[in-house]
């Protein structure tokens, strides 16, 4: 089936621990997104690739950092410089530039302990 | 101004009630126009994109004023599984540009 996975579901990190978390696509799409979700609060926009080997950052992308190797792969390390991280991470990815639909994949959990 | 502004809610109706949402946007150059859905603790998933001629698909429909700056999302017939939040989402066409996303509308629909 093709679709967004995300890895891990729920992820409990120590301060001062980086993570990273997983987002893998099969829709061939070129365009990949990471955002973030806190409670009653609107999706915002981490960093965004458009194609292999690039990406630019999105509205809240300190302490965050990304690598775009591969199509299908967009995985997004959380630093020990993001303050505040825990948050639901949300992965999707669209045919071209953003004006197309974005799919979502199902979310990563992130609690800091 | 907020970007995208949506009356938080929640909406409580019964079964079979319509109910309708709107959501104003700020910039004017916006082009591209969504609603998604999204249930508790669950990703967001495209409801239906929005046109200017406004589009219906089933028991919603989708209305786009633009010299408002406003859309609108209106549910008929409301059934047990509407219940969700609403996430309006609005997209200016500069090239890449991205998707600003408001902060959503709970529906609650009752027995």
């Known amino acids: 089936d093709g679709g967004i996975t995300q890895s891990p579901k729920y992820l409990f990190r120590k301060e001062g621990q980086n993570v990273t978390l997983s987002c893998e696509q099969n829709?061939?799409?070129?365009?990949m997104y990471w955002y973030r979700q806190d409670p009653g609060q609107g999706l915002r926009l981490i960093y965004y690739?458009?194609?292999?080997?690039?990406?630019q950052k999105g509205d809240i992308a300190e302490g965050y950092s990304v690598s775009r190797e591969k199509k299908e792969s967009f995985p997004l390390t959380v630093t020990s410089a993001q303050k505040n991280p825990t948050a639901f991470y949300l992965c999707?990815?669209?045919?071209?530039?953003?004006?197309?639909?974005?799919?979502f994949g199902p979310g990563t959990r992130l609690t800091v302990l | 101004r907020k970007e995208v502004e949506q009356d938080p809610g929640p909406f409580n109706v019964p079964e079979g009630a319509t109910v309708a949402f709107n959501c104003t946007y700020s910039?004017?150059?916006?082009?591209?126009f969504f609603w998604y859905r999204q249930d508790c603790r669950k990703e967001p998933k495209l409801l239906m994109s929005?046109?200017?001629s406004g589009n219906e698909d089933g028991r919603f429909t989708a209305q786009l004023n633009r010299a408002s700056q406003y859309i609108s999302l209106l549910i008929r017939d409301s059934k047990l599984s509407d219940s969700a939040t609403y996430l309006c989402?609005?997209?200016?066409?500069?090239?890449?540009?991205?998707?600003?996303f408001g902060k959503g509308t709970m529906l609650l629909v009752s027995p």
């Open positions: 999707a990815s669209s045919t071209t530039g953003s004006t197309d639909t974005q799919y």
């Open positions: 829709l061939n799409h070129d365009a």
């Open positions: 690739s458009q194609i292999v080997n690039d990406f």
């Open positions: 910039n004017s150059a916006s082009q591209s």
């Open positions: 929005v046109y200017s």
């Open positions: 989402v609005v997209s200016p066409f500069s090239g890449y540009s991205t998707l600003t």
